[in-house]
């Protein structure tokens, strides 16, 4: 078990902040009344749902435009089902348009993906929306925004480094 234990440890100011990640899913950090335990991948889901759906609320997502547009086929169900979210994408950086029968043209992906396979997330921002179909009370943007972050989000064996559990911590308790 002790192999599986990295300890980060991040300079704060005046005060000492430590982290401890375990088999590279769950962050352990001493706190006043014990210790905090959290799932990355569930913490990280929860800032991006946060971020997305206010960046589809105020129109805020930064699109990084691709050099050549990657054209994707779809199945004709997923054609429809992503054309008819495209306005809400935009707003979250997504920059998709129609490019005949089945197809679209991805001419830039949110920036906040940074270095993730966009297309991939595209695909399993698609499958999510189609598990979620069935749950007609919430409105397209909450549904988009939880699809959104649980497909782009960092998946479980991940290693983070002190900086990035830190930042993850602060943003989760923001």
């Known amino acids: 078990m002790a192999e599986n234990i990295e300890q980060k440890t991040i300079d704060i100011g005046s005060t000492d ?3 401890f990640q375990i088999k590279g899913r769950y962050i352990l950090t001493p706190v006043k009344s ?5 799932d990355q991948s569930k913490a990280h889901q929860r800032i991006l749902f946060e971020y997305y759906l206010s960046a ?3 129109h805020t997502g930064i699109v990084q435009q691709e050099l050549f547009p990657q054209i994707v086929e779809l199945n004709p169900s997923d054609f429809v089902l992503l054309v008819g979210m495209v306005s809400e994408l935009q707003c979250i950086g997504w920059d998709i348009r129609p490019n005949g029968s089945q197809t679209v043209a991805i001419h830039g992906s949110p920036a ?3 270095n993730q396979n966009f297309r991939q997330v595209l695909e399993n921002l698609i499958q999510e929306m189609k598990n979620e179909e069935a749950e007609l009370q919430e ?8 699809s959104m972050a649980i497909a782009s989000a960092i998946k479980p064996g991940q290693q983070m480094n002190a900086l990035e559990m830190q930042d993850m911590f602060d943003k989760l308790f923001a």
Request: aromatic share 10%.
């Open 34 to 38: 014990g210790v905090m335990i959290i």
């Open 139 to 146: 409105s397209t943007k909450t549904k988009i925004a939880r």
């Open 17 to 19: 902040q430590i982290f």
């Open 56 to 58: 589809i609320e105020y």
């Open 112 to 114: 906040s993906l940074s």
